[in-house]
């Protein structure tokens, strides 16, 4: 991104300490990871955490960003590559994570982060969740979980909880809600963490952790949408109903996993993880098979 | 259908049919590679049930030719019975004075009228050999009364019983040898029954005319050789989806694809193929999947984000008859209008369809280059005639060149104020990948500017629309123009026809120039969308009238020639699962003359 139109370099602000977070930010190099695009996303949602954070963990990781893929579905979450300096796929709803798997397995040199909403994710693309995970392929997927609609304006969405009022359901969601982070581990994801848009320093670890994670990662971020969710996933009821994991978590047990993940209290953190060959070492063997 | 010329015969068709299981397949396989070592041509297309077992009819169809050959031919002149009953279902497509050769002493299940030999019509020439027993000599089981067979055709027709030893050793090659030995002795038993006991009286012969001994040429199909394109262009990711009748091409690249360094993937479901291979696409790496229509069906949103978007991938359609599930294991030319229209908004991509064997290899590996060279989604249209049906290829003498040469236009990594969808006089703008320094941008399904930012304005979609479109008419300029055959000037009538109707088409032209005086001529193209215009208004404009023929039941191709010439059309369009007869053209055009 080019220097001269950088948002820092508007006119000088005065001395009120911003100035000086402000320069702090730019020697961070954070900054460098942005486009010239603003946001669209409405005051107060939940995503400028998350981007925060994932930010931080990029920058921490040190990835280049024309070896930096970031591809999205159709929904809020899907606007994210036009934000971000980076390569970028805005594919079709439903469709990010077959899409972010093609771009890695064609080029593994690339880092690749899928990202996209409940909506897009575990409705209409539900279906290629499973055998992504199943396939192992190194990538880290970013589920923006925020309960409803936003980008269509409040509709329900798969894991609106049963009886929530919404556009579509004027009289009460009748379907039970999908818990993304059980699914995750029922699956056998090689690593399924949930994290909160409004505790960033909970969530860079947990997003470094998962770039970092050699095969499929798996991480649910709860988000407000301060725009069209005034009863779920607010601000106000994260508070208090949310805990790390224990220090003593063992995140090689998948029993355990799934117990934390189905509790009625929220924990947050990194629930399992594993190593196996991924799809890429499989792909490896299989051409020395192959040409043998 | 055999012309006798010298003594000598010029082709001929031959049809092996038994129940599935009865090894008519094999048979048929083993004729084809003969007939290819002694030199002559093949045409090769089976037809059999989409079931697996059961009671099915199986039939190996092959045209054995001097010259090479435009269509499989719809008469038969030698049926082979290994199964009475079925074959009995067979005769009517014999020719009248066609070899019938059957087992004289058919299974005793079979009920006293289901003997082939007392179905075959005066005029017709039946020789029996005992197949059951011959073969239980050979190899102690009734299972290789198909080679017997094979070794009484060889007599009869003058075919080099060598030729076929050497089949037969190459066809079980993976197992053993006593095997193969068993299965010559099978071989030379229905010879030497046939040579002791046949009295000939049938007129094909290709005895002493053999062409010498070829080992250059492959018995290949359509899916084989489009595979084998997907290897040659150096595709670097494949993904897809069992459906009949590509399944086949996925198979070979999963065994090949590897060992070149590319990736095969099954994904779960057609979607996601075409999904993964337009991540490849982005990624900068020839992608390609292979489907059938309903497969297509599932692909056309993700296929319009690669036009929108501009991402190079490879669609290889081998259409089956449908709607719907429709008949899997037969032939249709339906899914035009979904090829070309298919999608929502208007979606400019370019679709090629290749006539025969060679061109599957040709043309999808010309697929890759028009991709890249014009950032666009490339559906080939093959289907299931072209996909199973088998032609002896040469292939240092398929050229992908006739086609024209297509270049890939990337960005400069130096390139200031880079703007990925810059609008250029061609519609082309330079294109970057993942990986490519300082040329970082998103792509997007939204309408965008020349930047990739989302934009709505009635000027930026108008403008992005022609560039969108001047890609394709740059397309319809640079590939070559569609074949055009018969003598100039004014026609009487001329023929058009695509994909794997333009063999029938060129036949009916040959036919009516053998039989009348009228001016016969046709137009066949490879590039069916975008529409070559100047060069069919051209043709239209010498010809008093036009007639399409197609496989379809609606006349696709007519409507679009129809629509591009603002004239009516006479169509020879039939949805009947089969390929089109060139009989059907011909007496068509007969009628208008």
Sequence with gaps: MSETSSPTNEAPLLDTGVERDLQNVQESGLLDYRSESLPTWCPGCGYYGITHAMTEAINELDIEPHNLVFVSGIGCAGRYPFFMNAYGLHAIHGRAVPMGAGVKIANPDLSVIVVGGDGDGLGIGGGHLSHAIRRNVDITYILFDNGIYGLTKGQTSPTTPQEQITGTHPYGNPDMPLDAVTLGISYRASFVARGYAGQQHDLTPIMRRAFAHKGFSFVVVYTPCVTFDKVNITYENMRGNWKPLPDDYDDGNILEAMKYAMDDTLWHGVFYEEQRPTFHDHERETAEKARS | ?593
């Excluded at chain 2, 009865?22 to 041509?41: E, F, K, P, R, V």
């Excluded at chain 2, 991402?311 to 449908?322: D, E, F, K």
């Design chain 2, 1 to 593: 259908m055999s012309v006798k010329t010298d003594n000598a015969s010029r082709d001929v068709v031959i049809a092996v049919c038994g129940a599935a299981g009865d090894g008519s397949i094999a048979a048929g396989q083993i004729l084809n590679m003969a007939a290819t070592t002694m030199g002559y041509h093949v045409m090769n297309f089976d037809s059999f049930p989409a079931e697996i077992r059961g009671f099915g009819k199986s039939v190996a169809h092959s045209r054995i030719s001097r010259d090479k050959a435009l269509t499989p031919g719809t008469m038969v002149n030698c049926l082979v019975a290994l199964d009475d009953p079925h074959s009995i279902t067979e005769l009517h497509s014999l020719t009248q004075d066609g070899v019938v050769i059957y087992d004289s002493k058919p299974a005793d299940y079979h009920e006293e009228d289901q003997a082939v030999a007392g179905w075959i019509q005066p005029g017709m020439i039946g020789y029996g050999a005992p197949l059951r027993d011959l073969s239980a000599q050979a190899t102690k089981s009734s299972k290789s009364r198909n080679i017997v067979a094979l070794g009484v055709i060889s007599y009869v027709f003058g075919f080099e019983p060598g030729a076929f030893h050497e089949a037969i050793h190459r066809r079980w090659s993976g197992k053993s040898e006593s095997l193969r030995e068993m299965n010559v002795e099978a071989f030379n038993l229905g010879y030497e029954y046939a040579e002791a006991n046949i009295d000939k009286v049938d007129p094909i012969d290709f005895k002493n005319i053999t062409e010498g001994h070829v080992t250059d040429a492959n018995i290949v199909s359509g899916n084989e050789a489009a595979a084998k394109a997907c290897l040659d262009a150096n595709l670097r990711l494949y993904v897809g989806y069992p459906i009949t009748p590509a399944t086949k091409i996925m198979e070979i690249l999963a065994k090949q694809l590897p060992k070149q360094g590319g990736v095969v993937v099954q994904s779960e479901d057609e979607i996601s193929a075409i999904c993964h291979v337009i991540g490849g696409g982005f990624a900068g790496k020839r992608s390609c999947t292979a489907t059938s229509g309903p497969g297509v069906c599932l692909m056309t949103e993700a296929l319009n984000l690669a036009v929108m978007a501009e991402v190079p991938c490879v669609l290889i359609n081998a259409q089956r008859g449908g709607p719907s599930t429709g008949l899997p294991t037969k032939t249709e030319q339906s899914d035009l209008n979904l090829a070309i229209y298919g999608a929502s908004g208007e979606s400019p991509r370019a679709v090629l369809a290749p006539a025969n064997v060679g061109e599957c290899y040709q043309i999808t590996r010309k697929a890759f280059e028009v991709a890249d060279g014009f950032q666009t989604p490339v559906i080939v249209l093959m289907d299931f005639f072209l996909s199973n049906r088998m032609e002896d290829v040469r292939w240092q003498a398929e050229d992908p060149g006739t086609w024209g040469t297509y270049e890939d236009v990337l960005a400069e990594p130096s390139e200031e104020e880079y703007k990925r969808f810059a609008f250029t006089e061609s519609g082309i703008s330079p294109r970057s990948y993942p990986g490519m320094q300082d040329l970082q941008h998103p792509i997007t399904g939204l309408e965008h500017t020349e930047d990739s930012l989302p934009a709505y304005s009635g000027e930026n979609h108008t403008r992005m629309m022609a560039k969108r479109q001047r890609k394709l008419d740059k397309l319809a300029r640079e590939w070559p123009g569609p074949e055009v055959v018969g003598p100039e000037g004014d026609l009487d009538v001329g023929i058009i026809s695509w994909g794997s109707t333009v063999g029938a088409g060129k036949n009916a032209i040959k036919q009516l120039q053998a039989k009348t005086d009228a001016r016969i001529g046709g137009l066949f193209p490879r590039l069916v969308w975008p529409l070559q215009t100047d060069a069919i208004t051209e043709f239209a404009g010498r010809c008093e009238h036009l007639v399409v023929a197609e496989t379809n039941y609606t006349g696709q191709f007519a409507n679009l020639v129809q629509q591009v010439t603002l004239r009516e059309v006479t169509r020879v369009a039939e949805a009947a699962a089969r390929p089109l007869p060139t009989q059907i053209i011909v007496d068509r055009v007969q009628d208008l003359l």
